[in-house]
């Protein structure tokens, strides 16, 4: 008894070509947990935050500390993920690729993360 069925969950379908006694199925788009992303974009808030914390404890004025997290804060938490997703989006236009976008904020998200961390570790 033989059995058609696609040993991975993700190929499904008829198969699209058959060359050679070779069958290649479509895999369904993948994409990252939502829960993934969403967690990512609260830790790059969470993380743009905790640094302004500090430099108030340590005297620096009001005034200060939010004019800075007025440029820096949505530079991180909305810039770099959104320039991630219109990059996704042009890649997909011009190159006629199948980036999804969800994937395309989690990256920009962790990019942003990473980076943070970087430069807390470089100035602390």
Partial sequence: MTNN??????????PTSRSEGNTTFEAKPSLVPKGFTIGLAIFSIILSV???VFR???GDSL?????????????FVIGIPV???LGALIMNKIKGMHIQRRNALTLGWLISCVTMLWLMGTYS
């Fill in 56 to 58: 108030y404890i340590y």
């Fill in 50 to 52: 905790a640094g302004y």
């Fill in 63 to 75: 005034t200060d500390i939010l004019r800075h997290a007025a440029v820096l804060v949505p530079a």
């Fill in 83 to 85: 320039l991630f997703w």
């Fill in 5 to 14: 069925k696609p040993i991975d969950s993700n190929l499904e379908g008829d």
